[in-house]
């Protein structure tokens, strides 16, 4: 199935709506639009295998440019709207992306770009062109609405985060597949989730992302209508769900996060029992949380566990959550391994490094242009077993627990902590708003715990609040795990999907020091 096939059958309806302005996008319209921007890019010389890149808002143009990239060939590459224009270049660049795409939104940083992109075969901006670029609908329209006469699968080439050093590129070898051909994601969002042409899916996040770019289009591909918000407002979701009855949603912790601390009256005003299936990656979802939501909307909160490398993929419902809080699922896809630092296999309950092995013949990925990220993901002895860098556990019943990134654990005195867990604690304090707990320079220890604290009302920042905060995790965790002390922030450094950018809050700390984090 695809979005042409919504075309031919129920070309009026939508395939998806901008939250803020109500702007519908039908799935005829989608077609010809992404035909078109297909049709561009051959214009402009591009062939199967070639790049594009994306730097642009949630705006009713991005998905159009994606699809017009997976139906003739082409590896497309989102770029965080969050990133400068010297980030930017980088990706783009690394990537080998021909076209650009990109809006006036971005203009301040995407001006920069014109003179340290000079070899682009095309690049494109949304509404007002800057100089430099030519403008997108003009560009787009000029095109026919048929489809390329070489039409074949295309695929995303996503960039990790940057939360632990540079992005980096994972590549997989397109298939040759035609454009309608089922992939993995596609089983499992029908066969797990329920997806179809009966669906209203809400999408809140950033369309840059690995998860809401990848599950708007597996949605669009079944015939699912999306709704799309411009940016992430908690109390405008809510009103979302309700407006559209919505039936499925994907989340983040911190915008159930942010959607609990609304006041009572706010967060109980709204309808939300459409909503059947309710998704939640990325990070860990700290316990009181989760069962926070679990009690306000029912067993309808789904978690996994996954990457965008699609080594492996773990799930869970709320019932199986329920029975064992805390974990992210069991894999349905790839064989969990937990190993030490020697890449021997851990006891059940012992924690270590996370590897998904992966039938041999499989098609692996690597990370673009770096052999030695690629060669660092893979197990010792066993090359089909591979590791996204996260420390975990298993339990008797084979669940995974997440413990921490590799990159983030504090050694202090010898002692390994992995902060996730404080953080998790901290984060239920009805004074925080966020928190970042890292590991900072210690001449005895080596390193000490620190807590990096948004408060909920900055008036509060304060030793008193310190205090309280310091005895609070000194209630529920053993001392070692504890902060010594705790500073505080107007807003941390948080990627939009959720991820915390913790190397930029450990970088106020170590300075030129060498940390881990790299």
């Given at each position: 199935?695809?979005?042409?096939?919504?075309?031919?059958?129920?070309?009026?309806?939508?395939?998806?709506?901008?939250?803020?302005?109500?702007?519908?996008?039908?799935?005829?319209?989608?077609d010809?639009?992404?035909?078109?921007?297909?049709?561009?890019?051959?214009?402009?010389?591009l062939?199967?295998?070639?790049?594009?890149?994306?730097?642009?808002d949630?705006?009713?143009?991005?998905?159009?440019?994606?699809?017009a990239?997976?139906?003739?060939?082409?590896?497309?590459?989102?770029?965080?709207?969050?990133?400068?224009?010297?980030?930017?270049?980088?990706?783009?660049?690394?990537?080998?992306?021909?076209?650009?795409?990109?809006s006036?939104?971005?203009?301040?940083e995407?001006?920069?770009?014109?003179?340290?992109?000079?070899?682009?075969?095309?690049?494109?901006m949304?509404?007002?062109?800057?100089?430099?670029?030519?403008?997108?609908?003009?560009?787009?329209?000029?095109?026919?609405?048929?489809?390329?006469?070489?039409?074949?699968?295309?695929?995303d080439?996503?960039?990790?985060?940057?939360?632990?050093?540079?992005?980096?590129?994972?590549?997989?070898?397109?298939?040759?597949?035609?454009?309608?051909?089922?992939?993995?994601?596609?089983?499992?969002?029908?066969?797990?989730?329920?997806?179809?042409?009966?669906?209203?899916?809400?999408?809140?996040?950033?369309?840059?992302?690995?998860?809401?770019?990848?599950?708007?289009?597996?949605?669009?591909?079944?015939?699912?209508?999306?709704?799309?918000?411009?940016?992430?407002?908690?109390?405008?979701?809510?009103?979302?769900?309700?407006?559209?009855?919505?039936?499925?949603?994907?989340?983040?912790?911190?915008?159930?996060?942010?959607?609990?601390?609304?006041?009572?009256?706010?967060?109980?005003?709204?309808?939300?029992?459409?909503?059947?299936?309710?998704?939640?990656?990325?990070?860990?979802?700290?316990?009181?949380?989760?069962?926070?939501?679990?009690?306000?909307?029912?067993?309808?909160?789904?978690?996994y566990?996954?990457?965008?490398?699609?080594?492996?993929?773990?799930?869970?419902?709320?019932?199986e959550?329920?029975?064992?809080?805390?974990?992210?699922?069991?894999?349905?896809?790839?064989?969990?391994?937990?190993?030490?630092?020697?890449?021997?296999?851990?006891?059940?309950?012992?924690?270590?490094?996370?590897?998904?092995?992966?039938?041999?013949?499989?098609?692996?990925?690597?990370?673009?242009?770096?052999?030695?990220?690629?060669?660092?993901?893979?197990?010792?002895?066993?090359?089909?077993?591979?590791?996204?860098?996260?420390?975990?556990?298993?339990?008797?019943?084979?669940?995974?627990?997440?413990?921490?990134?590799?990159?983030?654990?504090?050694?202090?005195?010898?002692?390994?902590?992995?902060?996730?867990?404080?953080?998790?604690?901290?984060?239920?304090?009805?004074?925080?708003?966020?928190?970042?707990?890292?590991?900072?320079?210690?001449?005895?220890?080596?390193?000490?715990?620190?807590?990096?604290?948004?408060?909920?009302?900055?008036?509060?920042?304060?030793?008193?609040?310190?205090?309280?905060?310091?005895?609070?995790?000194?209630?529920?965790?053993?001392?070692i795990?504890?902060?010594?002390?705790?500073?505080?922030?107007?807003?941390?450094?948080?990627?939009?999907?959720?991820?915390?950018?913790?190397?930029?809050?450990?970088?106020?700390?170590?300075?030129?020091?060498?940390?881990?984090?790299?």
């Open positions: 199935m695809h979005i042409s096939t919504h075309a031919q059958n129920t070309p009026d309806r939508a395939a998806f709506i901008m939250a803020s302005t109500d702007e519908v996008v039908t799935f005829k319209q989608l010809d639009y992404s035909n078109q921007i297909a049709q561009l890019a051959r214009a402009r010389g062939q199967v295998g070639d790049g594009i890149a994306i730097f642009m949630n705006n009713k143009h991005f998905l159009e440019i994606c699809w990239a997976q139906r003739s060939g082409l590896y497309f590459t989102a770029v965080s709207s969050r990133l400068t224009a010297s980030e930017v270049e980088y990706i783009v660049k690394d990537c080998g992306a021909k076209m650009l795409f990109t006036d939104y971005m203009k301040e995407a001006d920069k770009l014109v003179a340290l992109l000079p070899d682009m075969a095309g690049m494109f949304v509404g007002k062109a800057s100089e430099g670029y030519e403008e997108y609908l003009p560009a787009r329209d000029a095109q026919p609405a048929e489809p390329v006469a070489d039409e074949t699968q295309g695929m080439m996503l960039y990790s985060s940057g939360t632990t050093g540079r992005p980096k590129g994972i590549r997989r070898k397109l298939t040759g597949n035609a454009i309608g051909e089922a992939d993995a994601l596609l089983g499992l969002v029908t066969l797990l989730y329920g997806f179809d042409d009966k669906q209203i899916y809400l999408s809140p996040a950033p369309l840059y992302h690995a998860a809401p770019l990848r599950y708007n289009m597996a949605a669009q591909q079944v015939g699912t209508t999306c709704i799309i918000m411009e940016n992430f407002d908690p109390e405008q979701a809510l009103a979302m769900i309700e407006k559209h009855k919505c039936t499925k949603s994907q989340w983040v912790p911190t915008m159930f996060v942010r959607m609990l601390k609304l006041p009572e009256d706010i967060r109980t005003k709204y309808d939300t029992s459409s909503m059947q299936t309710a998704i939640h990656a990325a990070a860990p979802c700290p316990i009181p949380i989760k069962e926070q939501m679990i009690d306000w909307w029912g067993p309808v909160i789904y978690e566990y996954a990457g965008s490398e699609g080594n492996g993929f773990c799930q869970l419902s709320s019932e959550w329920l029975a064992h809080k805390g974990s992210v699922g069991t894999a349905l896809t790839g064989i969990l391994h937990i190993c030490d630092e020697e890449g021997e296999e851990v006891p059940v309950g012992e924690s270590g490094s996370i590897f998904f092995e992966q039938p041999e013949e499989a098609p692996g990925f690597e990370y673009y242009n770096d052999p030695k990220k690629t060669a660092e993901s893979r197990h010792p002895v066993h090359k089909n077993w591979t590791t996204l860098g996260d420390v975990g556990k298993l339990d008797e019943d084979g669940y995974l627990y997440l413990t921490d990134r590799k990159a983030f654990m504090i050694i202090s005195g010898g002692v390994n902590i992995y902060p996730q867990e404080t953080e998790n604690l901290l984060i239920t304090h009805p004074r925080v708003a966020d928190v970042a707990v890292i590991g900072v320079p210690n001449e005895d220890f080596g390193e000490e715990v620190k807590a990096v604290v948004q408060p909920a009302e900055w008036s509060d920042a304060g030793p008193a609040l310190e205090e309280e905060l310091i005895a609070f995790c000194k209630e529920n965790l053993s001392a795990k504890c902060p010594r002390s705790v500073d505080f922030d107007q807003e941390l450094p948080r990627h939009p999907t959720g991820k915390l950018y913790k190397r930029l809050v450990r970088d106020r700390y170590w300075g030129n020091k060498d940390s881990k984090i790299v």
